[in-house]
């Protein structure tokens, strides 16, 4: 695991937002202990004190504090390496879903052990961080098994991989036909268990997975435009790039330049 940033027990003052239509170039993790507004699809969620919430990598990040009131939480931004998404995927924890838990010491104790590893110079620091994250993962696992949650039908489990394919092969050139043949389903059967399952369908999803490699790339590479189009699936860089402009707002150029200058501004801020 690729471990960007951590936050233990930080509180914010009310009126608190984050706000970042790109995402932050990684996945978030967030550790909610007090009230909070999650946006969805354009819907504001009231999320309750004690939610686990985990935004994948790509995806907008919308929350702030409940009204008149601050906002407490625990963070790690972190990315996946060596099959660590497909260790992931087994423990069944969805993407961008608030998962009220009842209990959070344990959770909170996990984060600030990788918070206190995080800062150290401990021989087995990196496997130390890994071993408490991954022990979190398995306990929000099995407080969603033991409440039924986890879904055992393999028709879920075949989205999940097509879903997961996707996120971490964008570039392949996917289609509704290509996906629904990959599974044995009709097309209009495929769309509508995609949406059903995932809240969105399954272009709006592939869309999202290729813009957002394409602004991990323009935030942390130096390649052409250009290849970053080929990179992400597209043939055409002008589709590219009017795709990039109609969802983030401005060209990938100009989403280049701001993010640098962003990075430079926020050096050395320390926020979920």
Same mark, same amino acid.
């Given at each position: 695991?690729?471990?960007?940033?951590?936050?233990?027990?930080?509180?914010?003052?009310?009126?608190?937002?984050?706000?970042?239509? #790109?995402?932050?170039?990684?996945?978030?993790?967030?550790?909610?202990? &007090?009230?909070?507004?999650?946006?969805?699809?354009?819907?504001?969620?009231?999320?309750?004190?004690?939610?686990?919430? /985990?935004? *994948?990598?790509?995806?907008?990040?919308?929350?702030?504090?409940? *009204?008149?009131?601050?906002?407490?939480?625990?963070? %790690?931004?972190?990315?996946?390496?060596?099959?660590?998404?497909?260790?992931? $995927?087994?423990?069944? %924890?969805?993407?961008?879903?608030?998962? *009220?838990?009842?209990? %959070?010491?344990?959770?909170?104790?996990?984060?600030?052990? /990788?918070?206190?590893?995080?800062?150290?110079?401990?021989?087995?620091?990196?496997?130390?961080?890994?071993?408490?994250?991954?022990?979190?993962?398995?306990?929000?696992?099995?407080?969603?098994?033991?409440?039924?949650?986890?879904?055992?039908?393999?028709?879920?489990?075949?989205?999940?991989?097509?879903?997961? $394919?996707?996120?971490?092969?964008?570039?392949?050139?996917?289609?509704?036909?290509?996906?629904?043949?990959?599974?044995?389903?009709?097309?209009?059967?495929?769309?509508?268990?995609? $949406?059903?399952?995932?809240?969105?369908?399954?272009?709006?999803?592939?869309?999202? &997975?290729?813009?957002? $490699?394409?602004?991990?790339?323009?935030?942390?590479?130096?390649?052409?435009?250009?290849?970053?189009?080929?990179?992400?699936?597209?043939?055409?860089?002008?589709?590219?790039?009017? #795709?990039?402009?109609?969802?983030?707002?401005?060209? *990938?150029? !100009?989403?280049? !330049?701001?993010?640098?200058?962003?990075?430079?501004?926020?050096?050395?801020?320390?926020?979920?």
């Amino acid at each position: 695991m690729i471990l960007n940033s951590v936050g233990y027990d930080r509180r914010f003052d009310p009126g608190y937002a984050v706000s970042r239509p #790109q995402g932050s170039g990684d996945n978030l993790l967030l550790l909610l202990k &007090s009230e909070a507004i999650i946006t969805l699809n354009g819907e504001d969620i009231r999320v309750p004190a004690r939610t686990f919430f /985990v935004y *994948p990598e790509g995806m907008a990040q919308y929350f702030r504090a409940a *009204p008149h009131q601050c906002l407490f939480l625990d963070w %790690i931004h972190f990315l996946f390496e060596n099959g660590e998404d497909e260790w992931f $995927r087994k423990k069944y %924890i969805p993407w961008a879903t608030p998962i *009220p838990l009842e209990h %959070i010491e344990l959770y909170s104790y996990c984060i600030k052990s /990788v918070a206190d590893e995080n800062g150290s110079n401990h021989l087995h620091k990196a496997d130390s961080i890994g071993h408490h994250f991954w022990l979190m993962c398995n306990k929000v696992s099995e407080c969603l098994h033991e409440r039924n949650m986890i879904p055992h039908n393999a028709q879920y489990e075949n989205l999940m991989i097509i879903r997961n $394919r996707i996120y971490s092969m964008p570039y392949l050139d996917w289609s509704v036909d290509r996906a629904s043949q990959e599974l044995r389903m009709s097309r209009s059967s495929f769309q509508h268990h995609y $949406r059903q399952q995932f809240g969105v369908t399954f272009m709006q999803d592939l869309i999202e &997975s290729r813009l957002g $490699r394409a602004r991990m790339l323009l935030q942390t590479t130096n390649m052409t435009v250009q290849d970053i189009a080929a990179q992400c699936g597209y043939n055409s860089y002008e589709h590219f790039s009017r #795709q990039f402009r109609m969802h983030c707002g401005i060209t *990938p150029s !100009s989403f280049r !330049s701001r993010a640098r200058k962003a990075e430079q501004d926020s050096a050395g801020k320390n926020r979920p």
